[in-house]
């Protein structure tokens, strides 16, 4: 049952105040999430900032000598893994792996699961797009995997009110989104911008978990490719809420099946699972 706006509704300022008690993001992530692929010197940068945090490395290393990469020879080190995936896949992979890292001590995986597929597919969509626009893939990528971080947040912090909205079903994000004011105060996409502003992420990434459902503004941004990837991922059949559709999901994915993009996100999401 869709809950009334007489159910009990939490003041925006506690819901804020509980985003802020939740535990900060790992620091060696949050330089990642900064780094530019673009820049100079990014390659020595993360080289650095996987020396100082060898479990993201370890972890790094056996994602780089996955499957999905198929490479002949076994990588050994962060510089090797650098030279032979470069320093954008290492970028995307790097932010994978923090991601996925604290929403398995933050939240139960069952719960979240399909959350965690929609930000995959959303990121693994949006870097395509970019990609294909000249723009840069990396960037992306980390704004499509972090844009509804808000959702996240609030199921970490507000359960009891969050997670019996998650498992509706609604007729659009719109209303999806005026449930979340009258319950918590504040939508996933307020809740969003506030978080990634809180644990120092770059200020792209904000705008992005902030404005992803808002109308487009003009010329498109990477906000709204990130919009564009957020859509693309629905369709997939990887919602980030349940939406009542006319066709079944069922029947919206198959479009997708034999895709390479669609396979990408399987194995990612495998991978990480
Ligand atoms: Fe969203
Ligand atoms: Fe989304």
Not at 221 to 247: N, P, W, Y
Request: with cysteine; proline share 4%.
């Amino acid at each position: 049952m869709i809950p009334t706006s007489s159910d009990s509704q939490i003041p925006r300022s506690e819901t804020f105040g509980k985003l802020c008690k939740l535990p900060p993001f790992r620091a060696a992530a949050v330089q990642i999430l900064a780094l530019s692929s673009e820049d100079d010197d990014a390659m020595e940068r993360l080289e650095n900032i996987f020396g100082s945090d060898p479990a993201m490395a370890t972890e790094l290393l056996a994602a780089a000598n996955s499957v999905e990469f198929g490479l002949r020879c076994r990588i050994s080190s962060i510089r090797h893994a650098l030279s032979i995936l470069g320093v954008g896949r290492t970028k995307s992979l790097a932010a994978t792996i923090a991601f996925s890292g604290y929403l398995r001590n933050q939240l139960p995986r069952e719960a979240v699961r399909f959350l965690w597929a929609h930000g995959i597919a959303t990121a693994v969509l949006a870097e395509h797009l970019a990609t294909q626009a000249g723009g840069s893939g990396s960037l992306l990528y980390t704004a499509g995997l972090t844009h509804d971080v808000g959702r996240l947040g609030l199921y970490a912090s507000s359960r009891e009110t969050y997670e019996p909205l998650l498992n509706l079903e609604f007729r659009s994000i719109d209303e999806v989104n005026y449930m979340e004011r009258q319950l918590l105060g504040v939508t996933h996409c307020v809740a969003g911008g506030f978080l990634t502003h809180t644990w120092g992420f770059p200020a792209i990434l904000s705008e992005c978990a902030q404005h992803h459902h808002a109308p487009p503004r003009g010329a498109a941004d990477e906000t709204h490719i990130v919009k564009e990837a957020c859509l693309l991922a629905d369709s997939m059949g990887f919602s980030e809420i349940r939406i009542q559709t006319e066709a079944a999901d069922g029947d919206a994915a198959k479009s997708w099946e034999n895709d390479p993009l669609f396979e990408k996100v399987l194995c990612r999401m495998q991978q990480f699972s």
